[in-house]
């Protein structure tokens, strides 16, 4: 099992930046990937960003691409989602994941909210 932890969320206006953080424990060393996903009120909840867990490759939405970057500390067991020029329609509760396998996200953090004003 592995337990995820997101913090670092808040209200921002547009065009700031946040920086969210995952910590990641338990049987960490059986993570294929790290990810962020996020759900807007009302929708479906959908991918944000990857890394993998051994090798470092990302990957992206295209619609945060050249705004986020996503980053890990293995020797920290932590992941981040730095978040610059913030759009209004960011705003959405972001998850943090970990993924075994190249198709699956088998362990998900409780969420931390991220509003941006316009």
């Known amino acids: 099992q592995v337990q995820l932890v997101e913090s670092g969320g808040g209200l921002v206006q547009a065009g700031g930046s946040l920086r969210l953080s995952c910590a990641a424990s338990g049987r960490t060393a059986s993570m294929y990937r790290m990810g962020w996903f996020r759900q807007a009120p009302g929708k479906d909840r959908t991918f944000v960003a990857s890394i993998k867990w051994r090798g470092g490759d990302a990957y992206y939405a295209d619609s945060v691409k050249g705004r986020f970057t996503i980053s890990k500390d293995n020797a920290k067991n932590t992941g981040s989602l730095q978040m610059n020029s913030l759009k209004p329609e960011d705003t959405a509760l972001y998850y943090c994941?970990?993924?075994?396998?190249?198709?699956?996200?088998?362990?998900w953090g409780q969420g931390t909210q991220v509003t941006v004003s316009s």
């Open positions: 994941a970990g993924g075994l396998y190249t198709s699956s996200w088998d362990y």
